[in-house]
């Protein structure tokens, strides 16, 4: 089963939870159609006017401090976990996409990446942004490595230059 909470005024689900446990705000029905089909999300939220175009995560205090949104990553197998990652594995991404007739199809990425042996207190990694082309792949245009150093046209730096370009006659 699931269960919906109505707008009786309007006549609108405000939120659902449907038989898979997926919390489905503004809308009934699991949009799959990410990644070829491969996807869903377990929070879902839609809109349709200014109202619910936007997403709010607000900190309010007397302090400098700020409103903190995570995006995490373990090698466990079950939650809680904190088993360490690995070089090589990808700490989280933000997708950008636009539906193109059929499917959501990403546009541009931004993604954290591992980028040597995690310690304790030490997470050597790297920031990605990537963007489509025009093609159905995403591909790397620019990276901060986690010496600082901003790498264009190049994953892999050469030497402790903060900005490195490798100019190529591709795109």
Do not use: C, W
């Amino acid at each position: 089963g699931k269960l919906s909470i109505e707008d009786t005024t309007n006549s609108a689900d405000r939120f659902t939870i449907d038989s898979s446990g997926r919390l489905l705000i503004n809308k009934t029905t699991n949009r799959d159609q990410y990644f070829q089909g491969t996807l869903t999300g377990n929070l879902q939220v839609e809109g349709t006017d200014n109202a619910t175009r936007l997403t709010q995560f607000i900190h309010n205090q007397a302090s400098q401090s700020q409103h903190i949104l995570i995006i995490g990553k373990s090698r466990g197998t079950s939650v809680g976990s904190y088993t360490a990652v690995q070089d090589d594995d990808y700490l989280g991404s933000l997708s950008f996409q636009g539906a193109d007739g059929d499917e959501m199809v990403e546009g541009a990425r931004v993604e954290s990446r591992v980028t040597g042996t995690p310690g304790n207190q030490n997470m050597p990694s790297a920031l990605i942004f990537s963007t489509n082309s025009g093609s159905a792949a995403i591909t790397e245009r620019m990276r901060i490595d986690s010496s600082g150093r901003l790498l264009l046209g190049t994953t892999t730096a050469t030497g402790a230059a903060k900005l490195q370009l490798l100019q190529s006659t591709g795109d």
